[in-house]
């Protein structure tokens, strides 16, 4: 060890590489990237600078090329340059000094990558003499198998010269590096108490039940203040006092919650309200009836400029909040405001909303966590009205209006981090969002690059698509997001209704009957990352038997028996709350014995009864999850790029290298052009698709909770693709 000359001194190591037990693939890859992490030094520096800016500066000149309108016809360019440079990677990983042939074989390829990249021609490579191995496979080191510690810590010189992997990690947008710490924090109904963030104990993970009984009592000590109007007409009363200056910290705005609202005190509002009227109308299912310039609120502070979306509790407003000057702080005397439905019952449950958007201020009064922030509410006219900030398009309406509705993969890691790290938040919080979906996750900053569609493909659009995006693919600036939606979250010790989430997001656990609870976000987030890789739903389906025979298709594997059997147990027992229509859409599809489900569903002759189309939807529209996805990606990165996730990373990557270059070797060199695959972007997708797995796990109490996910190896690869690109564009 004592030989060893590294470059640089240890800076930090990879928190996960001490725990690995076995010297599988998946480790090498952690271990040669917390390897390269640990060095810190001038000359490195300068090299991972140098080669940052080849690549920023490469990409830049592909959406400089993609964006000139007389070069449709190669919106494909980009990809051909982003190929050269990762033709360049390819060997990044090879740790064999050998010299590379050129007539490299098939066999030697397999051979744990023996070729070697010419060094003469290659700057970036950082050599460095002897290193230390970190083996923790009690196969090697047989007397610490019963202690892993000791073997993670125990080290081994070998005599072999290494070669630091020219690789480094390819960028990340900060969004995707979003650090997360849980603390104590405060609840409503335990009055200014500080608590400890929930654990989710196995009994926390699937409730049977939910006490009805405690969500009223808590709604109970929900006060509105009642807001009044001088409606019809109303005139509002010239006011001296200026709008205030500056604009408060929203940590203010907690402490207005509740309080009477302040007068009306701007007069300059060039929509000023003088020129609205206060026409506000109910129908007669109780909801707000839309009229642009309506005024509403105490003193007709605000003016409705527009309705951003109406739901099944009231409409959601765009208004002019005359509290404040026009374009104030760019556009902040903008608000959204919910104005839910004058019924009793969407009231109780607004009660709720209010309470879980409180917690949130009081813990997050600065937005941190992604979540929507509440400004002020108020009861107008029997409608509980809830003020918030005002954001962008739904992830949902901007994929509608794309002309390629997939996300490049760093927007999606970036989107992926901030649900995963605001869903911590909220279950340390113990709150349960339960219908995250792209309609409820809110674009902050809709700004975004668009690029031309060759004829072809918009020709292959939907009519609708095709209007909507005008033939532009769009690629947003800044892809960070709010989640919006609280109408149905719950507090984890409150009632937890039968059947909760939108169809497409809902969990296993919940059409199953069989209780649910925090582990139904992470279920949910899944279907919503997916769709942003495939850029449409991944189930697309209104009913329970189709929904369940693609879960099992998705996952690759049939329902574990145990939950099964769990199901059977609490129907017969008539354990907590199920679906209405358990036994008739689930429970009977089922077999008793084999506690398998019964698809294609047969009658009692035998004959298959389910409809060629449904068969079609689960067998040949979907398949395996990484078999799905490797077919998107297909169209990206060339006919190579297969992930198995049954393979190790560097087994699956081994066998895709070798077909490459086989490619190469055989067929014409246009053969080959068409993959545009290097070992980092297959990773990044490899563990992605690691992740999903495990947040599609059936067993709730199985599946990977929120912060663990936040530690999961994908976060820490990066990728180089458009959403990079224009991310590094837009910051000058
Ligand atoms: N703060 C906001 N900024 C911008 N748009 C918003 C905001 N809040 C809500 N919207 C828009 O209004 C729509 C409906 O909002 P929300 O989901 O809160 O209402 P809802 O009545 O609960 O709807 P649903 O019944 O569909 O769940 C959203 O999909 C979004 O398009």
Excluded at 323 to 350: L, Q, S, T
Excluded at 391 to 405: L, Q, R, T, V
Excluded at 511 to 534: K, M, N, Q, T, Y
Aim: aromatic fraction near 8%; glycine fraction near 4%.
């Amino acid at each position: 060890m004592s030989q060893n000359i590294q470059i640089g001194t240890r800076k930090r190591s990879r928190a996960n590489m001490n725990n690995s037990t076995t010297t599988g693939p998946a480790d090498n890859v952690s271990a040669n990237k917390a390897f390269l992490d640990s060095f810190e030094d001038t000359r490195t520096n300068n090299l991972l600078d140098e080669m940052f800016a080849r690549q920023n500066s490469f990409l830049s000149d592909n959406l400089r090329n993609s964006l000139d309108l007389n070069q449709a016809e190669n919106s494909h360019l980009p990809r051909q340059h982003q190929h050269q440079l990762f033709l360049d990677n390819e060997n990044a990983i090879d740790l064999d000094d050998e010299p590379r042939t050129t007539n490299t074989t098939i066999n030697n390829i397999n051979n744990n990558n023996s070729s070697r990249v010419d060094e003469d021609a290659d700057d970036d490579i950082i050599f460095i003499k002897e290193q230390p191995i970190q083996f923790s496979s009690p196969l090697i080191l047989p007397s610490s198998s019963s202690n892993n510690n000791n073997a993670a810590n125990t080290y081994i010189t070998t005599p072999k010269k290494f070669k630091k992997q020219r690789t480094i990690s390819l960028p990340q947008l900060p969004l995707s590096k979003l650090s997360y710490q849980s603390s104590y924090f405060s609840v409503p109904d335990q009055k200014n108490a500080i608590v400890p963030r929930v654990t989710q104990t196995e009994n926390e993970l699937l409730h049977l039940t939910g006490s009805c009984a405690k969500t009223l009592e808590g709604n109970k000590a929900v006060n509105l203040t009642i807001a009044h109007s001088t409606s019809p007409f109303y005139n509002p009363p010239l006011q001296l006092e200026p709008p205030p200056q500056p604009l408060p910290p929203q940590s203010t705005f907690k402490k207005q919650i509740g309080s009477s609202l302040r007068k009306f005190k701007s007069n300059s509002s060039s929509e000023s309200a003088s020129s609205s009227k206060s026409n506000f109308k109910t129908d007669k299912d109780g909801h707000y009836v839309y009229q642009e310039n309506d005024v509403f609120g105490s003193g007709g502070r605000f003016i409705v400029k527009d309705l951003l979306g109406q739901g099944t509790f009231g409409k959601v407003l765009k208004c002019i909040d005359n509290k404040y000057e026009p374009n104030y702080d760019n556009g902040r005397n903008y608000v959204a405001v919910k104005v839910i439905r004058a019924v009793d019952r969407y009231r109780e449950a607004a009660k709720t909303e209010l309470r879980i958007l409180q917690t949130i201020l009081n813990n997050d009064p600065q937005g941190q966590f992604q979540c929507l922030l509440l400004r002020e509410c108020f009861d107008y006219k029997n409608h509980i009205c809830l003020v918030t900030d005002l954001y962008g398009k739904s992830i949902y309406d901007f994929m509608c209006s794309n002309g390629i509705a997939r996300f490049p993969g760093s927007h999606i890691q970036a989107i992926a981090r901030q649900l995963i790290r605001s869903v911590c938040f909220l279950h340390d919080l113990g709150i349960i969002h339960t219908d995250l979906k792209p309609e409820n996750i809110l674009i902050c900053d809709e700004t975004h690059i668009a690029q031309n569609l060759p004829p072809k493909t918009i020709q292959s659009l939907s009519k609708r698509r095709r209007e909507a995006s005008k033939g532009k693919h769009k690629i947003l600036n800044n892809p960070e997001v709010k989640i919006i939606d609280f109408g149905s979250a719950i507090f984890h010790y409150e009632y937890h209704p039968p059947v909760i989430s939108t169809r497409h997001y809902r969990a296993p656990e919940i059409v199953l009957g069989l209780g649910w609870s925090f582990p139904c976000d992470i279920w949910s987030i899944a279907c919503v990352l997916v769709e942003l890789v495939i850029g449409e739903s991944l189930y697309p389906i209104h009913e329970n038997l189709e929904h369940m025979a693609m879960m099992q298709r998705i996952n690759g594997t049939p329902f574990p028996t145990d939950i099964i059997d769990k199901m059977f147990y609490k129907s017969k027992h008539k354990l907590g709350n199920s679906p209405s229509d358990l036994n008739s859409t689930v429970i009977k599809h089922f077999d008793k014995k084999s506690l398998t489900l019964q698809w294609p569903e047969k009658n009692k002759r035998g004959e298959t009864v389910t409809t060629e189309k449904s068969m079609k939807r689960v067998l040949q529209s979907c398949d395996r999850l990484d078999i799905y996805i490797s077919k998107i990606l297909k169209l990206d990165y060339g006919d190579s790029m297969s992930i198995n996730w049954n393979l190790p990373a560097e087994k699956n990557w081994s066998l895709i290298n070798s077909k490459m270059l086989w490619k190469k070797q055989i067929h014409s060199s246009s053969a080959a052009a068409t993959d545009r695959l290097d070992k980092e972007t297959f990773l990044f997708w490899y563990w992605f698709i690691d992740l999903l797995r495990k947040m599609f796990e059936f067993d709730p109490t199985k599946r990977i909770t929120a912060k663990d996910a936040l530690d999961h190896e994908w976060f820490n690869l990066g990728i180089l693709d458009d959403g990079i690109a224009n991310y590094n564009n837009t910051q000058g």
